[in-house]
Protein backbone atom coordinates (compact mmCIF):
# COMPACT_ATOMS: atom_id res chain seq x y z
CA UNK A 1 0.00 0.00 0.00
CA UNK A 2 1.83 3.39 1.32
CA UNK A 3 5.06 3.42 -1.53
CA UNK A 4 7.66 2.19 1.51
CA UNK A 5 6.41 -1.33 1.67
CA UNK A 6 5.10 -1.14 -1.84
CA UNK A 7 9.14 -2.66 -3.37
CA UNK A 8 7.93 -6.35 -5.10
CA UNK A 9 9.49 -9.36 -3.75
CA UNK A 10 10.25 -10.70 -7.07
CA UNK A 11 11.55 -8.67 -10.32
CA UNK A 12 12.34 -10.81 -13.00
CA UNK A 13 14.29 -8.12 -14.44
CA UNK A 14 17.15 -6.30 -13.40
CA UNK A 15 19.16 -3.31 -11.07
CA UNK A 16 21.94 -1.88 -11.25
CA UNK A 17 25.06 -0.99 -9.84
CA UNK A 18 27.89 2.23 -9.69
CA UNK A 19 31.35 0.42 -8.31
CA UNK A 20 33.70 2.42 -6.37
CA UNK A 21 37.10 2.19 -7.63
CA UNK A 22 38.73 0.74 -4.61
CA UNK A 23 35.67 -1.88 -3.82
CA UNK A 24 35.50 -5.54 -4.63
CA UNK A 25 34.57 -6.32 -7.90
CA UNK A 26 32.73 -10.07 -9.61
CA UNK A 27 34.57 -12.99 -10.09
CA UNK A 28 36.43 -13.13 -13.47
CA UNK A 29 33.99 -15.99 -14.79
CA UNK A 30 31.62 -15.81 -17.49
CA UNK A 31 28.95 -15.42 -14.62
CA UNK A 32 30.90 -12.65 -13.54
CA UNK A 33 31.41 -10.72 -16.32
CA UNK A 34 27.37 -10.70 -16.95
CA UNK A 35 27.48 -9.01 -13.35
CA UNK A 36 30.19 -6.70 -14.64
CA UNK A 37 27.98 -5.76 -17.51
CA UNK A 38 24.71 -5.08 -15.71
CA UNK A 39 26.75 -2.79 -12.95
CA UNK A 40 28.60 -0.59 -15.97
CA UNK A 41 24.71 -0.38 -17.97
CA UNK A 42 23.33 0.63 -15.07
CA UNK A 43 25.97 2.66 -13.51
CA UNK A 44 25.34 4.65 -16.82
CA UNK A 45 21.87 4.81 -16.16
CA UNK A 46 20.76 5.93 -19.64
CA UNK A 47 18.16 3.96 -21.46
CA UNK A 48 20.64 3.36 -24.21
CA UNK A 49 23.08 2.11 -21.79
CA UNK A 50 20.57 -0.77 -20.99
CA UNK A 51 19.36 -1.39 -24.23
CA UNK A 52 23.22 -2.08 -24.81
CA UNK A 53 23.23 -4.11 -22.08
CA UNK A 54 20.41 -6.15 -22.39
CA UNK A 55 21.00 -6.93 -26.29
CA UNK A 56 24.62 -7.90 -25.33
CA UNK A 57 23.74 -9.86 -22.90
CA UNK A 58 20.21 -11.41 -22.58
CA UNK A 59 19.89 -15.13 -23.78
CA UNK A 60 17.75 -15.66 -26.92
CA UNK A 61 15.11 -17.12 -25.32
CA UNK A 62 14.73 -14.33 -22.78
CA UNK A 63 14.21 -11.38 -25.70
CA UNK A 64 11.40 -14.21 -27.56
CA UNK A 65 9.86 -14.08 -24.03
CA UNK A 66 9.99 -9.88 -24.25
CA UNK A 67 10.64 -8.10 -26.62
CA UNK A 68 13.99 -5.83 -25.96
CA UNK A 69 12.00 -2.43 -25.69
CA UNK A 70 10.08 -3.24 -23.31
CA UNK A 71 12.61 -4.62 -21.16
CA UNK A 72 14.69 -1.21 -21.66
CA UNK A 73 10.95 0.45 -20.59
CA UNK A 74 11.01 -1.48 -17.64
CA UNK A 75 14.83 -1.67 -16.91
CA UNK A 76 15.15 1.77 -17.25
CA UNK A 77 11.82 2.48 -14.38
CA UNK A 78 14.09 0.72 -11.58
CA UNK A 79 16.47 2.50 -12.53
CA UNK A 80 15.16 5.75 -11.42
CA UNK A 81 13.62 4.17 -9.00
CA UNK A 82 16.08 2.26 -7.51
CA UNK A 83 19.44 4.67 -8.60
CA UNK A 84 23.05 2.89 -8.94
CA UNK A 85 23.81 -0.56 -6.96
CA UNK A 86 27.47 -1.36 -5.23
CA UNK A 87 28.77 -4.66 -5.25
CA UNK A 88 29.55 -6.27 -2.26
CA UNK A 89 29.86 -10.03 -2.18
CA UNK A 90 28.60 -13.39 -3.94
CA UNK A 91 26.19 -15.21 -1.11
CA UNK A 92 25.52 -18.35 -3.45
CA UNK A 93 28.22 -19.31 -6.52
CA UNK A 94 26.57 -21.30 -9.20
CA UNK A 95 27.07 -22.14 -12.75
CA UNK A 96 23.70 -20.96 -13.16
CA UNK A 97 21.63 -19.42 -10.49
CA UNK A 98 24.58 -17.38 -8.68
CA UNK A 99 23.36 -14.55 -6.12
CA UNK A 100 25.16 -11.56 -5.66
CA UNK A 101 25.16 -9.19 -2.46
CA UNK A 102 24.49 -5.22 -3.70
CA UNK A 103 23.69 -2.02 -2.04
CA UNK A 104 21.42 0.16 -3.15
CA UNK A 105 20.57 4.02 -2.27
CA UNK A 106 17.83 2.43 -0.23
CA UNK A 107 19.50 -0.63 1.50
CA UNK A 108 21.11 -4.11 1.22
CA UNK A 109 19.46 -6.65 -1.92
CA UNK A 110 20.19 -10.07 -3.05
CA UNK A 111 20.56 -9.94 -6.78
CA UNK A 112 20.42 -13.62 -7.95
CA UNK A 113 20.66 -14.31 -11.86
CA UNK A 114 19.39 -17.00 -13.62
CA UNK A 115 21.80 -17.90 -16.50
CA UNK A 116 21.31 -19.80 -19.69
CA UNK A 117 24.80 -22.39 -20.02
CA UNK A 118 23.49 -23.51 -23.89
CA UNK A 119 23.56 -20.01 -23.93
CA UNK A 120 26.97 -18.47 -23.44
CA UNK A 121 25.58 -17.86 -20.36
CA UNK A 122 22.81 -15.54 -21.50
CA UNK A 123 20.72 -13.51 -18.87
CA UNK A 124 17.18 -15.69 -18.53
CA UNK A 125 16.15 -13.35 -15.70
CA UNK A 126 17.12 -11.44 -12.47
CA UNK A 127 15.53 -11.40 -9.15
CA UNK A 128 15.60 -9.47 -5.76
CA UNK A 129 14.91 -9.75 -2.92
CA UNK A 130 15.81 -7.33 0.15
CA UNK A 131 18.52 -8.53 2.51
CA UNK A 132 19.85 -8.06 5.87
CA UNK A 133 23.57 -7.63 4.37
CA UNK A 134 26.61 -8.61 5.09
CA UNK A 135 26.68 -11.31 7.89
CA UNK A 136 22.84 -12.46 6.86
CA UNK A 137 22.12 -16.53 7.33
CA UNK A 138 21.23 -18.04 4.63
CA UNK A 139 19.28 -20.68 5.29
CA UNK A 140 19.88 -24.49 3.75
CA UNK A 141 17.36 -26.30 2.20
CA UNK A 142 15.56 -28.92 3.73
CA UNK A 143 16.02 -32.42 2.56
CA UNK A 144 11.49 -33.25 2.68
CA UNK A 145 8.63 -31.16 3.46
CA UNK A 146 8.77 -32.58 6.82
CA UNK A 147 12.00 -30.97 7.36
CA UNK A 148 10.80 -27.95 6.28
CA UNK A 149 7.70 -27.86 8.49
CA UNK A 150 9.60 -28.57 11.34
CA UNK A 151 12.43 -25.87 10.74
CA UNK A 152 9.55 -23.05 9.81
CA UNK A 153 7.60 -24.14 13.22
CA UNK A 154 11.15 -23.85 15.16
CA UNK A 155 11.79 -20.36 13.72
CA UNK A 156 7.98 -19.03 14.12
CA UNK A 157 8.24 -19.95 17.36
CA UNK A 158 11.31 -18.06 18.44
CA UNK A 159 10.19 -15.09 16.52
CA UNK A 160 6.48 -14.90 17.72
CA UNK A 161 8.41 -15.09 21.73
CA UNK A 162 10.29 -12.67 20.70
CA UNK A 163 7.21 -10.65 19.71
CA UNK A 164 8.88 -9.98 15.61
CA UNK A 165 6.26 -12.10 14.25
CA UNK A 166 2.15 -12.49 14.85
CA UNK A 167 0.33 -14.22 12.40
CA UNK A 168 -0.40 -17.14 9.77
CA UNK A 169 1.64 -19.40 7.87
CA UNK A 170 0.76 -21.80 5.49
CA UNK A 171 3.05 -23.95 2.85
CA UNK A 172 1.49 -26.34 0.57
CA UNK A 173 2.64 -28.80 -2.25
CA UNK A 174 -0.03 -29.17 -5.26
CA UNK A 175 -2.45 -27.25 -3.54
CA UNK A 176 -2.49 -29.63 0.04
CA UNK A 177 -0.97 -27.98 2.81
CA UNK A 178 1.62 -29.41 4.97
CA UNK A 179 2.39 -26.98 7.23
CA UNK A 180 -0.30 -24.22 8.59
CA UNK A 181 -0.17 -22.56 12.10
CA UNK A 182 -0.79 -19.45 13.68
CA UNK A 183 1.44 -17.47 16.04
CA UNK A 184 0.55 -14.41 18.00
CA UNK A 185 -3.11 -12.19 19.07
CA UNK A 186 -5.36 -11.32 16.65
CA UNK A 187 -6.06 -8.78 19.29
CA UNK A 188 -3.64 -7.97 22.59
CA UNK A 189 -6.59 -5.58 24.07
CA UNK A 190 -8.48 -8.66 24.64
CA UNK A 191 -5.62 -11.48 24.31
CA UNK A 192 -7.26 -13.20 21.03
CA UNK A 193 -4.96 -15.45 19.34
CA UNK A 194 -4.19 -15.58 15.95
CA UNK A 195 -6.45 -18.64 14.50
CA UNK A 196 -5.27 -20.48 10.84
CA UNK A 197 -8.42 -18.97 9.67
CA UNK A 198 -7.94 -15.33 10.93
CA UNK A 199 -8.68 -12.58 8.48
CA UNK A 200 -5.90 -10.64 7.64
CA UNK A 201 -5.52 -7.11 5.44
CA UNK A 202 -3.63 -7.88 2.93
CA UNK A 203 -2.40 -4.77 1.56
CA UNK A 204 -1.23 -4.47 -1.85
CA UNK A 205 -2.23 -7.85 -2.76
CA UNK A 206 -5.40 -6.78 -3.84
CA UNK A 207 -4.09 -5.69 -7.20
CA UNK A 208 -3.72 -9.15 -8.31
CA UNK A 209 -7.18 -9.82 -7.54
CA UNK A 210 -7.81 -6.43 -9.75
CA UNK A 211 -5.78 -7.50 -12.77
CA UNK A 212 -7.44 -11.06 -13.04
CA UNK A 213 -10.86 -8.62 -12.84
CA UNK A 214 -9.19 -6.71 -15.42
CA UNK A 215 -8.51 -9.86 -17.38
CA UNK A 216 -11.38 -11.16 -17.58
CA UNK A 217 -13.44 -8.33 -19.03
CA UNK A 218 -10.60 -8.73 -21.69
CA UNK A 219 -10.67 -12.18 -22.29
CA UNK A 220 -14.82 -11.20 -22.93
CA UNK A 221 -14.08 -8.75 -25.51
CA UNK A 222 -15.72 -5.54 -23.06
CA UNK A 223 -12.20 -4.01 -23.21
CA UNK A 224 -9.09 -3.54 -24.55
CA UNK A 225 -5.49 -3.10 -23.28
CA UNK A 226 -4.60 -0.59 -25.96
CA UNK A 227 -7.87 1.41 -24.19
CA UNK A 228 -7.57 4.97 -23.21
CA UNK A 229 -8.97 5.51 -19.82
CA UNK A 230 -11.32 8.13 -21.43
CA UNK A 231 -12.39 5.43 -23.45
CA UNK A 232 -14.40 3.69 -20.50
CA UNK A 233 -14.21 7.16 -18.02
CA UNK A 234 -15.11 9.46 -20.73
CA UNK A 235 -16.14 11.94 -17.28
CA UNK A 236 -12.52 11.40 -15.89
CA UNK A 237 -11.02 14.62 -14.08
CA UNK A 238 -7.56 13.02 -15.35
CA UNK A 239 -5.80 15.35 -17.72
CA UNK A 240 -4.35 12.84 -19.21
CA UNK A 241 -6.88 10.30 -19.83
CA UNK A 242 -6.89 10.56 -23.13
CA UNK A 243 -3.21 9.00 -23.52
CA UNK A 244 -2.81 6.89 -20.25
CA UNK A 245 -3.78 3.04 -21.77
CA UNK A 246 -5.30 0.45 -19.51
CA UNK A 247 -1.63 -1.48 -20.31
CA UNK A 248 0.00 1.09 -18.63
CA UNK A 249 -1.98 1.48 -16.12
CA UNK A 250 -1.56 -2.43 -15.18
CA UNK A 251 1.73 -2.67 -15.99
CA UNK A 252 3.10 0.53 -13.43
CA UNK A 253 3.96 3.07 -16.27
CA UNK A 254 1.31 4.85 -16.92
CA UNK A 255 2.89 8.72 -15.04
CA UNK A 256 -0.07 8.52 -12.28
CA UNK A 257 1.46 8.40 -8.47
CA UNK A 258 0.17 7.45 -5.24
CA UNK A 259 -2.92 9.22 -3.20
CA UNK A 260 -0.80 8.53 -0.18
CA UNK A 261 -0.23 12.16 0.75
CA UNK A 262 -0.98 15.17 2.08
CA UNK A 263 -4.46 15.58 0.93
CA UNK A 264 -5.22 11.41 2.50
CA UNK A 265 -3.44 12.68 5.85
CA UNK A 266 -6.14 15.64 5.96
CA UNK A 267 -8.38 13.64 4.93
CA UNK A 268 -10.65 11.42 7.85
CA UNK A 269 -9.93 7.84 7.01
CA UNK A 270 -13.84 7.09 7.63
CA UNK A 271 -14.64 9.04 4.64
CA UNK A 272 -12.26 7.31 2.02
CA UNK A 273 -15.06 3.92 1.22
CA UNK A 274 -15.51 4.71 -2.46
CA UNK A 275 -13.28 4.02 -5.09
CA UNK A 276 -14.20 7.91 -5.80
CA UNK A 277 -13.46 8.62 -3.02
CA UNK A 278 -9.96 7.84 -3.73
CA UNK A 279 -9.87 9.33 -7.07
CA UNK A 280 -10.19 12.89 -5.13
CA UNK A 281 -6.50 12.17 -3.52
CA UNK A 282 -5.02 12.43 -6.89
CA UNK A 283 -6.81 13.33 -9.85
CA UNK A 284 -5.80 16.98 -10.09
CA UNK A 285 -2.38 15.39 -9.24
CA UNK A 286 0.33 16.11 -12.01
CA UNK A 287 2.04 13.17 -14.19
CA UNK A 288 5.00 11.75 -12.93
CA UNK A 289 6.17 11.40 -16.39
CA UNK A 290 4.82 11.27 -19.89
CA UNK A 291 2.88 7.68 -19.88
CA UNK A 292 4.99 4.77 -21.10
CA UNK A 293 8.70 6.39 -20.79
CA UNK A 294 9.00 5.31 -17.74
CA UNK A 295 8.05 3.08 -14.43
CA UNK A 296 6.60 4.18 -11.13
CA UNK A 297 5.02 2.20 -8.18
CA UNK A 298 1.40 3.58 -8.48
CA UNK A 299 -1.51 2.78 -5.94
CA UNK A 300 -3.68 5.61 -8.42
CA UNK A 301 -3.11 3.50 -11.35
CA UNK A 302 -4.98 0.74 -9.74
CA UNK A 303 -7.76 2.79 -8.44
CA UNK A 304 -8.27 4.32 -11.85
CA UNK A 305 -8.37 -0.12 -12.97
CA UNK A 306 -11.00 -0.30 -10.25
CA UNK A 307 -13.08 2.51 -11.97
CA UNK A 308 -12.83 0.66 -15.63
CA UNK A 309 -14.29 -2.28 -13.49
CA UNK A 310 -16.62 -0.72 -12.10
CA UNK A 311 -17.89 1.17 -15.78
CA UNK A 312 -17.48 -2.07 -17.53
CA UNK A 313 -19.15 -4.60 -15.66
CA UNK A 314 -21.91 -2.36 -14.35
CA UNK A 315 -20.96 -3.42 -10.43
CA UNK A 316 -19.11 -1.98 -7.76
CA UNK A 317 -15.54 -2.99 -8.00
CA UNK A 318 -16.37 -5.43 -4.64
CA UNK A 319 -19.20 -6.99 -6.04
CA UNK A 320 -17.44 -7.74 -9.19
CA UNK A 321 -14.55 -9.56 -7.55
CA UNK A 322 -16.70 -10.98 -5.14
CA UNK A 323 -18.80 -12.64 -7.38
CA UNK A 324 -16.36 -13.53 -10.19
CA UNK A 325 -13.04 -14.01 -8.27
CA UNK A 326 -13.75 -14.85 -4.70
CA UNK A 327 -16.85 -16.75 -5.40
CA UNK A 328 -15.34 -19.23 -8.20
CA UNK A 329 -12.26 -19.69 -6.11
CA UNK A 330 -14.49 -20.38 -3.21
CA UNK A 331 -12.79 -17.41 -1.16
CA UNK A 332 -15.43 -17.78 1.43
CA UNK A 333 -13.65 -15.33 3.86
CA UNK A 334 -12.21 -12.56 1.15
CA UNK A 335 -13.64 -9.46 1.39
CA UNK A 336 -13.09 -5.73 1.07
CA UNK A 337 -15.04 -5.19 4.19
CA UNK A 338 -15.29 -1.67 6.06
CA UNK A 339 -13.47 -0.63 9.08
CA UNK A 340 -15.82 -0.07 11.30
CA UNK A 341 -17.70 -3.49 10.46
CA UNK A 342 -18.17 -6.02 13.05
CA UNK A 343 -16.26 -9.03 11.18
CA UNK A 344 -15.84 -11.98 13.21
CA UNK A 345 -12.28 -13.36 13.11
CA UNK A 346 -10.23 -10.18 11.76
CA UNK A 347 -6.88 -9.67 12.98
CA UNK A 348 -6.19 -5.85 14.07
CA UNK A 349 -2.63 -4.23 12.71
CA UNK A 350 -0.35 -3.00 15.34
CA UNK A 351 1.81 -0.84 14.52
CA UNK A 352 5.49 0.30 16.00
CA UNK A 353 6.00 4.03 13.79
CA UNK A 354 4.12 6.60 14.39
CA UNK A 355 2.72 8.80 11.47
CA UNK A 356 6.69 10.05 10.82
CA UNK A 357 8.22 7.08 10.77
CA UNK A 358 9.45 7.15 14.38
CA UNK A 359 9.92 4.26 16.56
CA UNK A 360 7.35 4.08 19.07
CA UNK A 361 8.06 2.95 22.97
CA UNK A 362 4.93 0.76 22.68
CA UNK A 363 3.25 -1.02 19.60
CA UNK A 364 -0.55 0.96 19.09
CA UNK A 365 -3.25 0.34 17.40
CA UNK A 366 -3.43 1.04 13.40
CA UNK A 367 -7.11 1.87 13.23
CA UNK A 368 -6.25 5.64 12.40
CA UNK A 369 -3.69 4.49 9.32
CA UNK A 370 -6.50 2.72 7.64
CA UNK A 371 -8.61 4.18 5.04
CA UNK A 372 -12.85 3.40 6.00
CA UNK A 373 -12.88 1.15 3.33
CA UNK A 374 -10.05 -0.98 1.27
CA UNK A 375 -9.70 -0.62 -2.36
CA UNK A 376 -8.61 -1.68 -6.16
CA UNK A 377 -5.48 -1.14 -4.92
CA UNK A 378 -5.31 -2.64 -2.10
CA UNK A 379 -6.48 -3.43 1.90
CA UNK A 380 -8.91 -5.95 1.42
CA UNK A 381 -8.87 -9.35 3.93
CA UNK A 382 -8.20 -12.71 3.33
CA UNK A 383 -7.10 -15.80 5.00
CA UNK A 384 -4.13 -18.06 3.86
CA UNK A 385 -6.35 -20.72 2.89
CA UNK A 386 -8.20 -18.36 0.91
CA UNK A 387 -5.20 -17.07 -1.11
CA UNK A 388 -3.98 -21.18 -1.26
CA UNK A 389 -7.50 -21.16 -2.91
CA UNK A 390 -7.35 -18.01 -5.24
CA UNK A 391 -3.53 -19.99 -6.54
CA UNK A 392 -5.05 -23.55 -6.74
CA UNK A 393 -8.28 -21.88 -9.04
CA UNK A 394 -6.09 -19.69 -11.35
CA UNK A 395 -3.51 -22.19 -11.85
CA UNK A 396 -6.77 -25.10 -12.58
CA UNK A 397 -7.74 -22.62 -15.73
CA UNK A 398 -10.79 -21.62 -13.41
CA UNK A 399 -11.09 -18.05 -13.13
CA UNK A 400 -9.56 -17.41 -16.74
CA UNK A 401 -8.86 -19.12 -20.22
CA UNK A 402 -5.17 -20.70 -20.76
CA UNK A 403 -4.04 -17.90 -22.55
CA UNK A 404 -4.92 -15.38 -20.03
CA UNK A 405 -3.53 -17.67 -17.08
CA UNK A 406 -0.14 -17.90 -18.57
CA UNK A 407 -0.49 -13.51 -18.79
CA UNK A 408 -1.29 -13.73 -14.84
CA UNK A 409 1.86 -15.80 -13.95
CA UNK A 410 4.27 -13.50 -16.35
CA UNK A 411 5.19 -9.73 -16.25
CA UNK A 412 1.56 -8.97 -17.49
CA UNK A 413 3.83 -6.81 -20.33
CA UNK A 414 2.24 -8.39 -23.66
CA UNK A 415 -1.54 -9.50 -23.32
CA UNK A 416 -3.13 -11.89 -25.39
CA UNK A 417 -4.97 -10.33 -27.99
CA UNK A 418 -8.53 -10.85 -28.47
CA UNK A 419 -11.20 -12.63 -26.98
CA UNK A 420 -9.86 -15.80 -25.84
CA UNK A 421 -11.90 -19.16 -25.53
CA UNK A 422 -12.00 -21.01 -22.47
CA UNK A 423 -10.38 -24.44 -22.08
CA UNK A 424 -11.73 -27.93 -20.92
CA UNK A 425 -8.14 -28.87 -18.84
CA UNK A 426 -5.68 -26.67 -17.33
CA UNK A 427 -2.94 -24.71 -18.79
CA UNK A 428 0.60 -25.89 -19.03
CA UNK A 429 2.27 -23.13 -16.92
CA UNK A 430 6.17 -22.80 -15.73
CA UNK A 431 7.86 -19.96 -13.69
CA UNK A 432 6.19 -18.24 -10.45
CA UNK A 433 4.54 -15.23 -9.36
CA UNK A 434 5.12 -13.60 -6.04
CA UNK A 435 2.88 -11.06 -4.22
CA UNK A 436 3.60 -8.95 -0.93
CA UNK A 437 1.71 -5.91 0.16
CA UNK A 438 2.46 -3.89 3.70
CA UNK A 439 1.41 -0.74 5.34
CA UNK A 440 1.96 0.51 9.16
CA UNK A 441 0.52 -2.81 11.06
CA UNK A 442 0.13 -4.96 7.86
CA UNK A 443 2.21 -7.32 5.68
CA UNK A 444 1.39 -10.09 3.42
CA UNK A 445 2.84 -12.23 1.35
CA UNK A 446 1.69 -15.14 -1.66
CA UNK A 447 4.16 -16.97 -3.20
CA UNK A 448 3.26 -19.26 -6.12
CA UNK A 449 5.82 -21.88 -7.85
CA UNK A 450 4.59 -23.34 -10.75
CA UNK A 451 7.65 -25.72 -11.46
CA UNK A 452 7.53 -27.08 -7.89
CA UNK A 453 3.69 -26.87 -7.06
CA UNK A 454 4.68 -25.00 -3.60
CA UNK A 455 2.43 -22.15 -2.19
CA UNK A 456 3.34 -20.07 0.35
CA UNK A 457 1.79 -17.89 2.33
CA UNK A 458 3.07 -15.54 5.28
CA UNK A 459 0.19 -12.98 7.13
CA UNK A 460 0.82 -10.32 9.75
CA UNK A 461 -0.83 -7.95 11.87
CA UNK A 462 2.69 -6.42 12.46
CA UNK A 463 4.95 -3.69 10.45
CA UNK A 464 6.55 -4.68 7.02
CA UNK A 465 9.15 -6.76 6.79
CA UNK A 466 7.82 -8.94 9.31
CA UNK A 467 6.32 -11.49 6.74
CA UNK A 468 8.47 -10.82 3.98
CA UNK A 469 11.73 -11.88 6.36
CA UNK A 470 9.32 -15.12 7.10
CA UNK A 471 8.62 -16.12 3.45
CA UNK A 472 12.15 -15.45 2.25
CA UNK A 473 13.51 -18.28 5.04
CA UNK A 474 10.70 -20.56 3.99
CA UNK A 475 11.77 -20.20 0.26
CA UNK A 476 14.99 -20.96 1.02
CA UNK A 477 13.90 -24.20 3.32
CA UNK A 478 12.02 -25.23 0.27
CA UNK A 479 14.87 -24.27 -2.47
CA UNK A 480 12.66 -22.22 -4.22
CA UNK A 481 14.55 -19.25 -5.90
Same mark, same amino acid.
Given at each position: ?7 ? +?? @???? @???? +? ?10 ? =? ?30 ? @? ?5 ? =? ?15 ? #? &? ?14 ? $? ?79 ? +? ?17 ? /? ?26 ? &? ?14 ? =?????? $?? +? ?38 ? %? #? ?17 ? $? ?5 ? !? ?21 ? %? ?9 ? !? ?9 ? #?? @? ?17 ? %?????? %? ?27 ? $? ?28 ? #? ?15 ? /? ?10
Amino acid at each position: MKPRYAFA +LA @LFLG @LATL +LRAAGPEPPDTP =QGARMKALLAAFAAGTPDAVRAFIAANFAPSA @LQQMPLE =QRVQRLSGIVAQTGPLE #Y &HSILRPSETEPVYLVR $SRDGWMELGMMLDASAGYGVQGLRFDESEGPGAVQEARMGSDAEAAAAADALLQKLSASGDFSGVVLMAKDGKPFFQQAYG +LADRGLGVPNRPDTKFNLG /SINKIFTQTAIAQLAEKGKLSFTDTIRR &HLPESPLAAADRITIQ =QLVSMT $SG +LGDFFGEKFNATPKARIRTLEDYLRLFATDPLLYEPGTSR %R #YSNAGYIVLGLIIEKVSGQ $SYYDYVR !ENIYGPAGMTSSDSYLQDAVVPN %RATGYTSEDEN !EKRLSEPRTNI #YE @LPGRGSSAGGGYSTAQDLL %RFDVAM %RAGKLLSPAWTAWFYSDRTAPPSGPQPAA $SKPPKLSGGRGAAGGTSGVNAVLEMDLDTG #YTVVVLSNLDPPSAEKV /SKTLRQFLGLR
